[in-house]
Structures are given as structure tokens and as C-alpha cells.
């Protein structure tokens, strides 16, 4: 088979290990893979390298992606500038030819929501066979238990936590760390519990500045005069208000999301007496190496879509269902996947006594 293999949208700990696994089980079984660069726009301008055993070497540990990501070039809203405008184009024949002129059995795209959604999308309107591979550290794609990236970015917010920890009780501080995740709460969810939060903050469960006082002011009582509170960026204030780091910006996906801690410390600090900081985690959760976890799961994840490819099982999107990998149909990646308020794992931090503000 000739496979075609790109990322698309944001990047996340892990895209090389599946470009490795991709490659790797193709070259063992005699195919050919071609890697398209910077996502769909390679496939648009028809900018791809053969892959072979020397292009994936090393990458197993390594952040980021080789072939290059974007999350902004939809090919079939493609932006372009005509006479000094601004004009969408749909770019679907272009891509439709370089695919076949390049004589490829199918395209292995690994992205987010966005880009799965996009790939069905592009193979309904093209002959472009797809399968997808599903990344992002927010975990919140449908159909999937687990999304590869997530957890090495939980590993590095625990890691923030835990060195947030040992500070917030020297100085006696409440100290916030805001961890990503767009609308959904799962970073903070797992970090808060592997690094022992006091009160996790998600945007699926309402809370009130008074939940959190109550909580910080027991904890006083109890002679612990320090408290750590880890919250997800896509929280809200109790008025309903999205904090961000670009006002003008008015396409929901394209907001920048960030600053609520600040805007939480500021407030704790106005309504008790103890010092607050807060610390804005960022980017550091996508960089870096994955963890052992996700490079197992990535190799897992790379050989199945190519197994897809060879059982001719085409607009599939890998995924972990039961604990098993398996796949679903690209048409039921639908809306976001978000932490319900009875999650198991909420239960389980209630029990323990950790606080989500309410
Ligand atoms: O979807 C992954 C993610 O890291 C979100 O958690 C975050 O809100 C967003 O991407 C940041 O996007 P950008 O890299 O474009 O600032």
C-alpha cells in the first residue's frame, strides 16, 4: 500500500511515536509512507517526504511533531488573499489530485476534534480515504476513552503542583496553578488528584468564591495554613465571565483562553487574609517527551491505524473503548467530551475530601 500521514491542529506529547509506529509497521509489511508537511496545507501545496526507518529514528522521545502542524488550513475553507481580501476557498479538487498523483491507498491523519472532523469531512466530498488517529492533551474527543498526549501533560501539571506545594508552606500562601484544557476539566481533574490539590476548579462544576474560603479557612483551623488549588483555563468567574488573553478575538476556537487564576487570586486575597499566587502553567504541558505511558500508547495507536488500513476499514478513527483499542466511525466524533459532575473520579475526590468550590 502507498499511505499518506499527517498532524494536524495543536501539538501534544506523543505525534512522533505514532509517525514512528505508522512508519514502522508500513516499512515492516513493504509499503510505502509519505508524510505531509504542516497538515492539510501540505496536502494543498503537495509537500510530503518518504518516510523510512532513518526519517522516524530517535523521534520515539521527541516533543512536537517532524512533519509540522497547524490549526488554522481547512482545505476546504482554505485562506487565501485575493486583490488584498481575505477569501475562503474550498480546495477540495487540489487535494483530491495530489492524493491520486501521488497514488495513495489512504491518508492517516493524527489531530484533535477539529481535524477528525475536518478529515470526514474532506473524504466525503473527495476519494480520499481516511483514518484518524486521535491527539490532544485536553482528552475531550468523543468516542474515545483516552486521547495520547493527555497524560504526559498531567504529569507535568502534578509535577507543578508538587513543586508549588513545598513553596505555599514555607510562605503560609494559597497558591493556584492553572493547568489548559479548553472547556473541559480533565488536566485539572487527574493533576489535582495525583498532586493532592485542596480544591480543583473545572469548568463542568459551578462553584462560588465562598466554597473555596470555606475550604481554605478549614484547613486553617486544622493548623494548615497553606492550600493549593489547581484550576482549568476554561473556568469561568461565578458571574459567568471567560477570562482571556486576547479581547478582540470572537471565534470561539480561535480564543485564547487564560488568566482566571489571577483573577481568582486577586479575589481570595480581597476576601481573607492570606497571600495568594498564582502560576499560569501554559505551553510546558504540551512540549517535551511523552511519558512512558503515552509512548506505549502512541506505538499501540500508529500500528492500529495502519492494521485499519490494511482490513480496507477506511473513515474509522482509533480509539480506546473498554480499555481495548479498537475504532469508531469518523461520523461519530461529535461535540466535546467533558467530565461529568458524577465522574467516578470526582466521587472519588469528594470522598477523599477535596474541595471543587461549590
Ligand atoms: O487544545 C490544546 C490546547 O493546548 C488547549 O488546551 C489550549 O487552550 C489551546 O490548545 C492553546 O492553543 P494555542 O497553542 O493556539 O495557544
Known amino acids: 500500500m502507498r499511505i499518506g500521514v499527517l498532524t494536524g491542529g495543536g501539538d501534544c506529547p506523543g505525534l512522533n511515536a505514532v ?28 509537500k510530503y ?41 474550498d480546495m477540495s479538487r487540489v487535494i483530491n489530485n495530489n492524493y491520486k498523483n501521488l497514488d495513495l491507498d489512504c491518508l492517516v491523519v493524527i489531530g484533535g ?49 508538587d513543586r508549588l506545594h513545598s513553596t505555599a508552606e514555607s510562605h503560609h500562601r494559597v497558591m493556584i496553578l492553572e493547568v489548559m484544557g479548553r472547556d473541559a476539566g480533565w488536566i485539572a481533574l487527574h493533576a489535582g488528584i495525583a498532586g493532592g490539590a485542596d480544591i480543583i476548579l473545572i469548568p463542568e462544576i459551578p462553584y462560588s468564591i465562598k466554597g473555596i474560603v470555606d475550604t481554605i479557612n478549614d484547613r486553617i483551623r486544622r493548623g494548615k495554613h497553606f492550600s493549593l488549588i489547581i484550576v482549568a483555563e476554561g473556568v469561568k468567574t461565578p458571574q459567568g465571565k471567560t477570562i482571556t488573553r486576547d479581547e478582540e478575538e470572537k471565534k470561539p476556537d480561535l480564543i485564547k483562553l487564560g488568566g482566571i487564576s489571577n483573577w481568582l487570586a486577586r479575589t481570595i486575597e480581597k476576601v481573607t487574609n492570606v497571600e495568594c499566587r498564582a502560576t499560569i502553567l501554559g505551553h510546558l504541558q504540551r512540549g517535551g517527551s511523552p511519558n512512558s505511558f503515552d509512548r506505549v500508547f502512541c506505538t499501540q495507536l500508529g500500528a492500529k491505524a495502519v492494521e485499519l488500513a490494511y482490513n480496507g476499514k477506511f473513515q474509522e478513527m482509533v ?24 465522574d467516578p473520579l470526582v466521587v472519588t475526590a469528594k470522598d477523599i475530601g477535596i474541595s471543587f468550590g461549590e
Not at 516499512?27 to 496536502?43: C, E
Not at 521527541?62 to 482554505?78: A, C, Q, S, V
Not at 468523543?142 to 504529569?155: I, K, L, P, W
Open 49 to 89: 517526504i518518504q518516510l523510512n526507518h532513518d526519517s522516524v529514528s530517535g523521534i520515539l522521545i521527541r516533543g512536537g511533531t517532524i512533519l509540522g502542524t497547524t490549526n488554522r488550513d481547512n482545505p476546504l475553507k482554505y485562506e487565501q488573499i485575493v486583490d488584498g481580501k481575505k477569501v475562503y476557498v
Open 319 to 342: 480509539a480506546l473503548v473498554n480499555n481495548k483499542i479498537t475504532s469508531i466511525p469518523l461520523s461519530r466524533v461529535k461535540g466535546v467530551k467533558l467530565v461529568k459532575p458524577d
Open 113 to 161: 476534534d477539529g481535524t477528525m472532523r475536518m478529515a470526514n469531512e474532506i473524504s466525503s466530498k473527495t476519494d480520499i480515504k481516511v483514518i484518524g488517529v486521535p491527539k490532544t492533551i485536553d482528552n475531550d474527543i468523543v468516542g474515545t476513552e483516552m486521547t495520547f498526549g493527555f497524560s504526559s501533560a498531567v504529569d507535568v501539571a502534578t509535577e507543578a503542583l
Open 19 to 46: 509517525i514512528r509506529a505508522v512508519t514502522r509497521t508500513a516499512i515492516s509489511h513493504g509499503d510505502k509512507i509519505f508524510g505531509f508537511k504542516d497538515g492539510f496545507k501540505g496536502l494543498i501545496e503537495n
